[in-house]
């Protein structure tokens, strides 16, 4: 992919970041702040209009950054750490405990994803926490396999052996030598999968399986724009927030992908 | 004569030994498949377990609560008295026996409402995938031809842009333009009101309609799958193009590639003969992909058009948070999800012998 493109990707992002911070300070109104103004085509006083409940759309997409990029980057900084550490294990301990855990990656695999996280979330509750807790669920294993693999290449290093012979401890060795040599690929496989899970966050908030209403979710709004499709600026405009938050973070994630040549899934 | 018969022999031999092969990978398979069907149950049972608060009060609608007998007749039936394991059992029976379990919203077993919406699933996701792995195919093709060239940053540029797009917010955009501003599409749904449903052949309205030979249900129905079926291809077409662009590619840098233009080969040929024929494995590869990306697809899709498939029912299960459903669905995806993908090693394994050895 192109330079400039990768530019413009991280300009993006670094614009979302910015109004996720400044949310409060720079979106006009209250996000949740109900008026008699229902339905109102943007304009000048509402640039994205008004909701069903007469919300500013255009607030309300300003603070859905602060919930879907950091629960986001949550789902994706926990699932590396779960699928990080017992892919250490399975790549490190082998044998049973490797057969066992491998197996375990096998079978979320066999799940598609929105559809074992939307059971996940139903079965422990519909919560912002549990929709992260259940994207952590169906997507740690692809990093436990990347460690795996890391971890095994270097399992037969002279230096591990001999860390081990001057009587080092295993989970000194594991910290010092076997996590900072086998990690790379697992963290560019991360910003990889961010574009990934702000979708799947959406997409369990649209079944209304996220953050409850009234708060301000991106696929939470698209649902609400979807009952009365003749108002298209209440879905047109949070829709277009994860359009550009997604293809930003897939464009960065090809671009790194092309760089370090990481096998994806 | 000596020679011939240790030549015969050893062809034949050769052959044995490559159906015992196969015989093995076919049994691997099954074997896998198996194993995942059973856990994907565990699965299931772990996430039973998960609900927090009785089990009663989560599985049982309102009504069925206030009555003693019907409380007690599930204690038995779910095995909820007896230790873990045992539930477990109780559970695995039932599964077997096709329960699982009664949908809260409509009383009915889940297995049996699922079954009810399946012909409308099958209806949108078979043309959408013949759609996507063709567009995909032709795509990714032209794009790995021109590489580097302003037509294949554009077609990478529209391939992420297409992954990158919500699919219940194109379905949201499409019935906006096309049928609320265009008024060229139908209003969701699957008939129009003035028509009824044909004759019940295959489920499929637009094939019973056909069959029963009433020519203006069929195209009332075909215009009512058009919009959903493009909206399911626009992501899966996305990821084949992708697929197909880097698999090409690999082709592409092959000698024997080099060796067909090298001896003067016209473009076409290479391009039908050779290129094409690597990739017809990858074709079984494209379906499968597709298929996966349509069974995710459909639960974002459908209840926008409010199209009575598989996908609304989990739509709607999951937004009156009604958990035995919920669950059914899950384990009915993954069971047919771990079936095609049964059916795809094993299509692999007789079209590329060598698959068979690993």
């Known amino acids: ?265 | 004569m000596l020679l011939r018969s240790v030549l015969h022999r050893s062809v034949l031999h050769r052959s044995a030994v490559l159906r015992s092969a196969l015989l093995r990978y076919v049994l691997r398979r099954l074997a896998i498949a198996a194993g995942l069907l059973l856990g994907s149950t565990l699965v299931g049972f772990a996430l039973v377990q998960a609900v927090p608060g009785d089990p009663v009060a989560a599985n049982l609608s309102d009504q069925a609560l206030g009555d003693p007998a019907a409380v007690a007749a599930f204690r038995a039936k779910w095995g909820l008295d007896r230790p873990l394991p045992m539930q477990y059992l109780a559970y695995l029976g039932n599964l077997l026996q096709g329960d699982l379990g009664t949908s809260q919203q409509t009383g009915r077993p889940v297995l049996a409402d699922l079954l009810d919406h399946v012909p409308a699933t099958i209806e949108l996701v078979l043309p959408a995938i013949v759609l996507s792995v063709v567009l995909g195919t032709a795509i990714g093709m032209y794009a790995a031809l021109r590489q580097g060239r302003a037509g294949d940053q554009a077609v990478r540029v529209g391939a992420l842009l297409g992954l990158s797009t919500p699919q219940f917010w194109l379905s949201v955009l499409a019935l906006y333009l096309f049928f609320y501003v265009l008024g060229v599409s139908p209003n969701g749904g699957r008939l129009s009101p003035q028509f009824s449903p044909p004759p019940r052949v295959t489920g499929m309205y637009s094939l019973d309609a056909l069959l029963a030979g009433q020519l203006d249900v069929a195209w009332d129905a075909v215009q009512h799958i058009a919009l959903p079926v493009l909206v399911l291809s626009v992501v899966t077409t996305a990821t084949l193009v992708r697929f197909v662009r880097s698999a090409i590619l690999e082709v592409l840098r092959k000698d024997y590639i080099a060796a067909a233009y090298a001896k003067g080969l016209p473009a076409r040929t290479v391009l039908l003969r050779h290129l094409l024929r690597a990739g017809l494995v990858q074709i079984i590869t494209m379906t499968s992909l597709a298929f996966a990306s349509m069974l995710a697809g459909t639960v974002l899709v459908e209840s926008v058009f409010s199209w009575p498939g598989v996908g609304e029912y989990a739509y709607a299960s999951a937004s009156a948070l009604d958990r035995p459903a919920i669950l059914g669905v899950c384990l009915f995806v993954a069971a047919v999800y771990i079936v095609v993908n049964l059916a795809v090693d094993l299509l692999y394994g007789v079209a590329d012998p060598r698959i068979r050895l690993t």
């Not at chain 1, 695999?109 to 169906?138: C, H, K, Y």
Request: with cysteine.
């Open chain 1, 1 to 265: 992919m192109r330079r400039p493109l990768v530019l413009i990707a991280l300009s993006v992002l670094g614009a979302w970041l910015l109004l996720a911070v400044l949310a409060g300070v720079v979106s006009p109104y209250d996000p949740l702040a109900q008026s008699a103004d229902t339905y109102a085509p943007p304009s000048a006083a509402h640039w994205f209009g008004t909701d069903e409940l007469g919300r500013d759309v255009l607030s309300r997409v300003v603070h859905g950054a602060r919930l879907s990029i950091p629960l986001a980057l949550a789902v994706v900084v926990l699932a590396l750490l779960l699928g990080g550490l017992l892919g250490l294990i399975a790549g490190y301990v082998g044998r049973a405990v490797d057969e066992v855990i491998m197996r375990l990656t096998d079978l979320v695999f066999a799940f598609p994803q929105i559809i074992l996280a939307m059971a996940v979330t139903a079965a422990f509750g519909p919560s912002p926490a549990n929709a992260v807790l259940a994207l952590v669920i169906v997507s740690w294993p692809v990093y436990a396999r990347v460690i795996r693999g890391a971890v095994l290449g270097i399992r037969g290093e002279n230096y591990l052996g001999i860390a081990r012979m001057l009587g080092v401890g295993p989970i000194t060795v594991l910290r010092r030598d076997v996590v900072p040599n086998s990690v790379g690929p697992a963290v560019v496989l991360a910003t990889l999968e961010l574009g990934n899970a702000v979708l799947l966050l959406a997409g369990l908030s649209f079944l209304g399986l996220g953050p409850r209403p009234p708060a301000a979710e991106w696929g939470a709004m698209i649902a609400l724009g979807a009952a009365d499709i003749s108002k298209w600026w209440v879905s047109v405009f949070p829709g277009l927030a994860i359009l550009t938050v997604v293809l930003a973070c897939n464009i960065l994630g090809d671009a790194i992908r092309d760089r370090f040549d990481v096998g994806h899934r």
